[in-house]
């Protein structure tokens, strides 16, 4: 089946450095490429929406230059947290979808970021 | 505003019994409805339902859309202790761009 594949599953950093989650979907090509984050048990938040060759949509609140997405290939979406603070501290997941498929959206594993 | 509403946020039920998740939606450009099953990482995909009325099966879970009522449910019959975890649902909206907006979830515990 469809298999979407995050990576790291896990990072620490400093706050100050920058953090990059890349976002594969490794059998099929994902037109639209999800970005969630999620804090302990509340439910997924979406902060971004790309489509394969132009630019991320943001939602209303989500800081454009500080959560960076690049959505560069049919396969291949990547998250940059910049200049990392405590508060990005959080649950990452990243969803891809091609709507022509019947089961439309899978999920990445997700990234667990802690910044110190 | 677009919302996904799901009740009850919490539930705790013993092996062997039967529930029903509720899902109602407020969101604009509607095209389905996902349910999703998240244990301790990333959500996995249950069903999604983009025909009202036509119920969605697979093993003990079944789902149904009423797009008039604006609504889902899903049930788990013989619940087990494997299924405890937290139901999602989530609209999947098409507007210029597609978008999916999440409920709250309902934790769901089976206790044996």
């Known amino acids: 089946g469809a298999v979407v594949s995050q990576h790291p599953s896990w990072v620490i950093c400093k706050s100050g450095t920058s953090v990059k989650i890349e976002c594969r979907s490794l059998?099929?090509?994902?037109?639209?490429m999800f970005w969630y984050r999620q804090f302990p048990k509340q439910s997924l938040m979406l902060m971004a929406t790309?489509?394969?060759?132009?630019?991320?949509?943001?939602e209303q609140g989500v800081e454009k230059d500080k959560f960076l997405i690049n959505h560069a290939s049919l396969t291949l979406s990547t998250l940059t947290v910049t200049s990392a603070h405590p508060e990005d501290s959080s649950f990452y997941i990243c969803?891809?979808?091609?709507?022509?498929?019947?089961?439309?959206?899978?999920f990445g594993n997700g990234t667990r970021l802690t910044v110190t | 505003e677009d919302k996904v509403v799901q009740s009850p946020l919490s539930l705790v039920v013993h092996e062997g019994d039967t529930v029903t998740l509720n899902c109602s939606y407020e969101?604009?450009?509607?095209?389905?409805l996902l349910w999703y099953k998240q244990e301790k990482k990333a959500p996995t995909f249950l069903f999604m339902l983009?025909?009202?009325?036509i119920e969605k099966k697979s093993g003990r879970l079944s789902s149904i859309l009423d797009k008039k009522e604006l609504f889902s449910i899903l049930n788990i019959t013989a619940t087990q202790t494997g299924d405890s975890a937290v139901y999602l649902c989530?609209?999947?909206?098409?507007?210029?761009?597609?978008?999916?907006?999440f409920g709250e979830g309902t934790q769901l515990t089976v206790n044996p």
């Open positions: 790309s489509n394969e060759g132009s630019k991320a949509t943001y």
């Open positions: 969101v604009t450009n509607f095209r389905s």
């Open positions: 969803s891809a979808s091609a709507w022509d498929r019947v089961s439309p959206l899978h």
């Open positions: 059998d099929f090509q994902a037109t639209t």
């Open positions: 989530a609209a999947f909206q098409e507007t210029s761009g597609s978008r999916l907006t």
């Open positions: 983009t025909s009202s009325g």
